[in-house]
C-alpha cells in the first residue's frame, strides 16, 4: 500500500555522514571497570536509591526506584558490588552533577528473573508499571517516561524510526537488526494506547532498515497479532530531511496534521514514539528485561566508528577509548551535530539519551565563521519547519526587544537550528533564541516576584484598613451599649462601671514605678 | 559553542558574488553594444565604494576585512555605473556612490540596517542635483571609445551628435507632441530597436539572462522580479488594450529603461526589502506600478528609483500587514 506523505514547509539538507557508522553490525564493548548509574537520566523522571554500599546485585535488578508517578526506575547494568554512592558529571550542557550508584562487575553477567507479561491477557495497568518499572523512557534523547505517553488514548501511533539527524545510525542499525522486536514492541503501545493504526516512518536514506522493517511487519509474531491496533500497520518511507525526525514534523510528514508548538500531540490523537523505545518495551515485556544498555552510535574524529551496545554507567571517555578516539579530536558532541551540544566533561556516564557520541575535531567540523551583519536576505524564513521569522526574532533579542521576541513566537522556536544552518551572516540564531528566553523567563519571573510583592502590600492595607474599620465599628458599638444602657439604668449604672474599671486597672503611677524599679 | 555545529556552505560574500556574476551578461553586452566606457566607469565606481566603504568602516571603529570583503559595496557600486548614463564625468559617478556608502549605507548604520536601496538612492540624488547631465545618454553605437574616455576623464563637453534621447525619453516626448505610439516608433530616427531603445534592448536581454541565472542559484526568489515585471506589465497592459496609440506596450515598458536591471538586481535587495514572500510580491507589484506611473506622466528619464524608494519607505507597513502565520495557528497569532 502506497502511504501519503505530507511535504511539511523548510527544513534542510545537510551532508548525511552516515556510512562512517552504518556499515558495520552492532558491537559489545568489554565491561569496564566501574558502572556510574545516574539517578536522574533526564529532565523529567527520577529514581530514589534502593541498595547500599556493599550490596550484591544482579544485572538488571533495580537498584533506584521510580520516584513519584512520573519517575523511572534505573537497574544494575551488571552483576556486581555496589562500591559507591556518589556525585559524578551529568551529559548535559550545565556540566552539572547528578548523585550515581555506582557498580563494579563481577564480570559473570547474572541475570535477574523477572516474568515475561503477556500483553494479550495481562492488565492494561499492570503493562504499564512494568514500563515504569523497567525504567523505560523515549530513547530518542528526550528521555521523557515512556510510561506516561503510553498511559494516553490515541487514534494513530507514530513510531519514529526517521532519525534524520546527521552522522547518527543507532536506530538504522536497530531497525535493520532488530526489526521484529521493534515491531512486536510497537504493537504492544498501540494495544496499550488503543491507536487504531501505527505509522512507522523511516527516512528514505535508509533502504534496509525499511526493507526489514516491512519484513517484520509482514512476518509479525502470533502474540502481537493479537494485540488490536497491530494489524494496521504501516512502514513508509519518508523523504531525507532534516527534521523530519522531530516528532510533531514527523506527525505532520504522515499524517497532515500540523500541530502548533504550544499545544499537545495528544491533544490531535496522536502520540510519537521512538524505535529505540518499541524495542525496549518489547524487552521488557516479553522478555522480563529491564533497560540496562542502549545502542551508541560513536562516529566521527574515531578510528573505529559504528554501533555499540554499551551498559547505561560506562564512562563516555572509556566508550571513546575503546573506539579509538583520535588525538586531534577538540570536543565530543552528545547527539547529532544541529541540535546536540558539547560534553562539558567525559567523565560522564553514558545515559538513556545518549544515542550518539561525535568526535569532533576541526577539520570534521571547521569553527563557524565570523559573525557578519544580518542582510534580511530571508533564508532563514524559507528553512524554518514551524514557519517563524528567525532575523525578526534575531533583530528582536539583539536589541533586547523582548516583548518583540514574544510577538514572533519565540517560545515556538523548536530550535533545530535550520536557521543557524543556512544563515550566510554566520549568525548564530539559536543562541540569541536562547539567549532571549532566558531574559524573557527572568524577567517574567521577576515581574511575578513584584506582582506578589505588590499583592502582599495591597493585602496588608487592605488589613490594616479593615483592621481600622473593625476598630471603628467596635468602638461605635460600644458608644451604642453605653447609651443604651445610660438610658435604660440612668447614671447609676454608669458609674458603677467606673468604679469597676478603675478597680480592675492597676493605677498608673505604680505602673511607673515598677518600670523605674527594673 | 552550541547547535547547530555544522554550517551550510554559504556566505553573505559568496551571495554577493554570485550576483557580480549574474552582472556580466548584461555588462558584456553593453560592451559590445556601447563601447567600453561602461568598463571606465565600473572601475571608477569600484574604487570609489571600496575607499569610503573602508574609510566609513574605520570611522564606525568597525573590523575592516570582514564588510569589505563582503562584496556588498562593490555590487553598489556596479548597479550606479550601470544605471548613469555611460558619458557622465567620473566625479558624478564618485558622487553617486558615495551617497550611496556614505549617506544610504553607513549613516543608517552600515549593512542590514539601511531602509533605502542605496543605488536607487544615489541615482535620484545625482539627478535631481545634476538634471541636465543624466539625460545625456549617449546613442548606441555613435559614439567611440576614445570620445567616451574624453568625456568621462572630464574633457569639454561638446556632445552634440553624439548623444541621442533614451526610447522613453523619445516615447514621451513624441506623445506630448500628439504623436500617436505607432508613427513615433516608426519615425526612423535611429532610437528606437524591435522591442525598446535599439541597442538597450538587447542590455537588457543580457540581465534578464543574469537575473534568471540568480533564479536558479536560488540566490533571489521569484515573487521579486515577477511582481515588478506584472506591476509594470498590468498598468501598461490595461492603458496599451484602452488607447493603444497614445500608449506604448508592456513589452516596449520591459525593454526600455532599467526594467530588467531593476526587476532583477535592484527590488531584489534583500536588506531594503520585505521579508514574507506575499510581501515581496507587494513590494515589487508596487514599485513596478509606481515606476510606470512616473515614466508616463512624470518628468524624469526613468522612474524606477523614486519608485523603489517609495516602496521602501512602505516596508515596515507592508512587513506588519504579511506576517507569516507560524505552522498550525491560527491568524490572530500574527506577529
Ligand atoms: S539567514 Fe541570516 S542574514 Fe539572512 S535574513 Fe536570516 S538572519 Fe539575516
Ligand atoms: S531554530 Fe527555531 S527559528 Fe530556527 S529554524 Fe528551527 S524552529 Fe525555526
Redesign the interface.
Known sequence: MKARIFN??GG?K??SHKKESSESPIRHVPLPPRLAVLLIQGSQGSARTIVTVGDRVLKGQCIGEAEGADGTAIHAPTSGTVTEIGYYPMAH?SGLSSQAIVIEPDGEERWITYEPLDPATADRDELILRIQASGIVGMGGAVFPSHLKARSNIKTMIINGAECE?WITCDDRLMRERAANVVTGSAILALLTGARQTLIGIEDNKPEAIAAMRAAVRNMEPVTRKCPGAGKMNVVAVPTRYPTGERKQLI?VLTGV????N?RVTKYGTQCFNVATAHAVCRALLHGEPMVSRIVTVTGNVERPGNYEVLFGMSIADLLAFCGVKPDTT?V?MGG??????LPSLDAPVIKGCNCLIA?SNEL?P????E????????C?DVC?????P??MYWASRTKNLD?AR???IF?CM?C?CC???????I?L??YF?FARSEIRARDEEQKAADQARTRFEFRSLRLEREKSEKAARLAAKAAETRAKAAAGGNAALIADAVERARTQPPAQDNAEQDHQK | ????????P???Q??MMTVLVALLPGIVVYVWQAGAGILVNLAIATATALASEALMLRLRKRPLW??LS?G?AIVTAWLIALILPSIVPWWLTMTGVLVAIVGAKHLYG????NPFNPAMAAYCAVIVAYPALMSQWPSIDGVDFATQLHLILGGSREIDGITGATALDAMRTGLRNQNDVRSILGSGTGTFGFAGGRGWEWIAAGYLAGGLFLLVRRVI?WHLPFGFIAGMGLMAGVFWLAAPNNFPSPLFHFASGGTMLAAFFIVTD??T?T??PLGKFIFAAGAGIIAWVIRTFGIYPDGIAFAVLLMNICVPLINHAT???????RKD?R?
Open positions: 511539511p514547509r534542510v545537510p551532508d550542557p546527521p505532520q500540523k500541530i502548533p508548538p499545544e570536543r558532541l551535530p544541529m541540535m546536540g551540544f558539547a569532533a567540523f569553527p563557524s565563521a565570523p557578519q551583519p544580518c542582510i534580511r536576505c530571508g533564508d524564513v519547519p514551524t514557519g517563524l521569522q532575523f525578526e518583540s510577538r514572533h513566537h515556538g530550535e537550528g543557524a544552518y543556512v544563515c550566510p551572516a554566520h548564530p539559536v543562541d536562547r | 559553542m552550541s547547535s547547530p555545529h555544522i554550517r551550510r554559504a556566505s553573505v559568496r551571495v570582514i564588510a563582503d556588498s552600515g549593512i542590514g540596517q526568489t534583500p536588506v526589502g521579508s514574507s506576517q507569516p502565520v507560524p505552522v498550525g495557528q497569532s506577529p
